[in-house]
């Protein structure tokens, strides 16, 4: 009989001592919990050796991190959304501020020359902010991943030439010299045609406006390459030049909103493509490599 109430006595001490190390860990845990911030880093740790209990540690580690990713992820989103509206305020209000000043002007005189100048120009700004809500639409649709492209086999070479006739005038006046180079003209890669035009035209006029000298275009193997001398080439990082809004000036040119190379570099993903840029001293060198 004895040996029966020792045996018991040695049980229930063996689950008082187990609940006393259960309370005191999860009162370890609520307090950290209570104490850390929610960003820490800090995770729970346990001494028990229970299976149970580690899983438990785990699990609300695991939770912890998923949490912490989300609240990141959100920060960033919030941060980014603030970015956007501001760029898009900034860029909206240039052409439509400058549209609505010469109004003013126009609305002033009855000189008929002066009134065609202003008229020309509240046009032109207002071609700048068509253009630039047309690159936003566009830019907000590439980014849904449910939007995609019909690629077929197509020769880039034709639509190359009828993009550059379009802007003969514009890199004339550039001073650009422009240079096409195609190992063979008949080469295949698969495209959406329209979607490679815009590509071809937002590299252009990239050239155009912060380029000098050269145009060079050139087909090797898979890749088409856009090169040419750019002034400013202490101020590009390479590394950002595809992101949405960046501008190397950092004044943000009025006539620019920032996403055609953003545009360029979804376009490219979308038909299955890659877009890289390199800096070479003062020659921006960027690549489309293209799926055959």
Not at 17 to 28: P, S
Not at 66 to 86: C, D, F, M, P, W
């Amino acid at each position: 009989m004895g040996v029966i109430l020792i045996s018991l006595i040695g049980i229930i001490g063996w689950f008082m001592l187990c609940f006393y190390r259960i309370h005191k860990q999860l009162k370890e845990w609520s307090d950290q919990m209570e104490m850390t911030d929610s960003m820490s880093n800090q995770r729970l740790l346990t001494n028990l050796r229970s299976k149970s209990f580690q899983r438990l540690c785990r699990t609300i580690n695991q939770r912890l991190e998923e949490g912490q990713r989300v609240r990141i992820q959100q920060e960033h989103a919030s941060n980014e959304l603030k970015y956007t509206i501001s760029c898009i305020s900034h860029d909206i209000r240039t052409p439509l501020t400058g549209a609505a000043g010469y109004l003013e002007l126009l609305l002033e005189t009855t000189d008929p020359v002066k009134q065609q100048k202003y008229e020309t120009i509240i046009q032109k700004r207002l071609q700048d902010l068509e253009k630039m809500l047309e690159e936003l639409f566009l830019y907000t649709k590439l980014s849904q991943e449910e939007y995609s492209l019909e690629c077929s086999l197509i020769q880039p070479f034709p639509i190359l030439c009828e993009v550059m006739a379009d802007y003969y005038e514009r890199i004339m006046n550039s001073k650009l010299e422009p240079s096409i180079s195609f190992s063979k003209e008949n080469i295949e890669f698969l495209a959406e045609p329209e979607s490679l035009k815009r590509i071809f035209r937002n590299l252009i006029q990239n050239a155009i406006s912060y380029g000098s000298e050269y145009l060079i275009i050139e087909q090797r193997e898979e890749q088409i390459l856009f090169r040419n001398r750019v002034q400013i080439g202490k101020s590009i990082d390479v590394t950002r030049i595809f992101d949405r809004f960046y501008k190397a000036d950092h004044s943000r040119h009025e006539k620019s909103s920032g996403l055609g190379l953003s545009i360029v570099k979804q376009l490219m993903e979308k038909m299955g493509g890659m877009v890289d840029a390199v800096l070479d001293k003062e020659e921006l060198i960027i690549s489309l490599a293209f799926r055959k």
